[in-house]
């Protein structure tokens, strides 16, 4: 990793090297993935969002998600929730996991989440989310920082939202700069991400439309921002934490990568599991080359990772 010795900002009074990090993606920011994200130069890690009431049950679902190893510190557990005390519950819960801050989702717009009030589905209650972040900041030992879109959909309330977590105690807040109608489509709104990096003092994270080395710079100059959050992007080249686009990338980093992930996963959830799992990213490594239809029907049959690791050494060597 590539670590100056001067912070590029604080999260509180934690130093935080480097201006890229990879986004907390449901599906794919798993400890095999944020792992090797990590090495290539992400800044942070942001595990996958949990959800409030599973880490509050017997859910073994919570450990897996939740799990990290110290050399991916500093380490940010997210969470999710529409209820401020069963929020506060969770959060003093997992924090004897010792993370290194505890982040609340209000960005995700997936419609089973939103539409009971969590995800984004908190932005139309500014009261609650003042009493969720009075309530973490006043109880837990470790920053607490928040994720937030635009607003909901014409209803962008995204400056007062940003105020109030900086207000009550967060430090720091990261922003999508689409509402959550948008979802992941149109253009990002990176002069809004510009005007909350205006109106408050603790660090801003800027996400959104942000593919390529150029775009890390261009986003970090149009508005300011403290880092640069990259999550889709990141999925078919996890080298931009290295500050190389997916042009620039050997066919053989992007093997030995490939073998690397593979044996995470598998490490992680055994065979059958990790062999399964990783086909989605196989798929998305694979993309620098035109793979015919059944070389991609291949990559997603189920197969033990030995044969797996193989078949894909076979299209590699017609392919590159």
Not at 1 to 27: C, Q, T, W
């Amino acid at each position: 990793m590539n670590e100056s010795k001067i912070p590029d900002f604080h999260i509180r009074n934690l130093p935080i090297y480097g201006d890229v990090i990879l986004a907390p993606m449901d599906g794919y920011s798993d400890w095999p993935f944020r792992s090797l994200c990590r090495e290539l130069g992400s800044a942070m890690s942001y595990t996958e969002f949990v959800k409030v009431e599973k880490i509050l049950s017997r859910s073994k679902e919570p450990a897996k998600r939740l799990f990290f190893k110290e050399a991916e510190r500093p380490m940010t557990f997210q969470i999710y929730g529409d209820d401020p005390d069963l929020i506060l519950w969770a959060a003093l819960k997992i924090q004897e996991l010792n993370p290194d801050v505890i982040d609340l989702n209000m960005g995700c717009p997936a419609k089973t989440i939103a539409d009971r009030g969590a995800g984004v589905g908190m932005m139309p209650t500014p009261i609650k989310i003042a009493r969720t972040f009075r309530k973490l900041v006043r109880h837990l030992r470790v920053p607490v920082t928040g994720k937030i879109r635009l607003g909901w959909d014409r209803s962008k309330n995204y400056k007062l939202i940003a105020r109030i977590v900086e207000e009550e105690g967060g430090s720091l807040v990261a922003v999508h700069g689409r509402t959550k109608e948008q979802r992941y489509a149109g253009s990002a709104d990176w002069d809004a991400i510009a005007e909350v990096k205006s109106l408050v003092k603790i660090p801003v994270l800027g996400a959104g439309d942000v593919r390529t080395v150029a775009d890390i710079d261009r986003m970090k100059k149009h508005t300011h921002v403290d880092g640069v959050m990259i999550g889709r992007a990141a999925i078919a080249n996890p080298w931009i934490f290295a500050r190389m686009d997916r042009d620039q990338v050997t066919p053989q980093m992007v093997q030995e990568l490939v073998h690397k992930h593979l044996a995470r996963c598998v490490e992680f959830y055994g065979d059958e599991d990790g062999s399964r799992l990783f086909r989605k990213y196989a798929v998305q490594y694979l993309l620098m080359h035109t793979l015919t239809r059944e070389e991609r029907k291949e990559i997603l049959k189920p197969r033990p990772s030995g044969e797996f690791a193989k078949m894909l050494d076979q299209i590699y060597a017609v392919t590159t």
